[in-house]
């Protein structure tokens, strides 16, 4: 999902859309009023006990793709 998402903004961009950031939903698993907490969408893993954050490896694929300035 995010990976098509993120070439079409990068397509958006290429024909001259004035796109001036994007926010990738979710950062962070969070409260969903379908599911409670059962459904992890972030790309940061919460631990509801410790609340330790935990990157996922969506996370590290959109670090690369920021460094990079592109879609990896």
């Given at each position: 999902y995010l990976?098509?998402?993120l070439k079409t903004v990068h397509r958006a961009v290429d024909?001259?859309?004035p796109i001036?950031?994007?926010f990738v939903w979710s950062l962070m698993?969070?409260?969903e009023w379908s599911w409670g907490y059962d459904r992890?969408?972030?790309i940061i893993y919460i631990d509801h006990r410790t609340q330790n954050r935990?990157?996922?490896a969506s996370y590290h694929w959109y670090a690369e793709c920021?460094?990079?300035?592109r879609v990896v």
């Open positions: 990976r098509q998402y024909e001259g859309y001036r950031g994007y698993d969070n409260f992890r969408f972030g935990i990157p996922k920021i460094r990079q300035n």
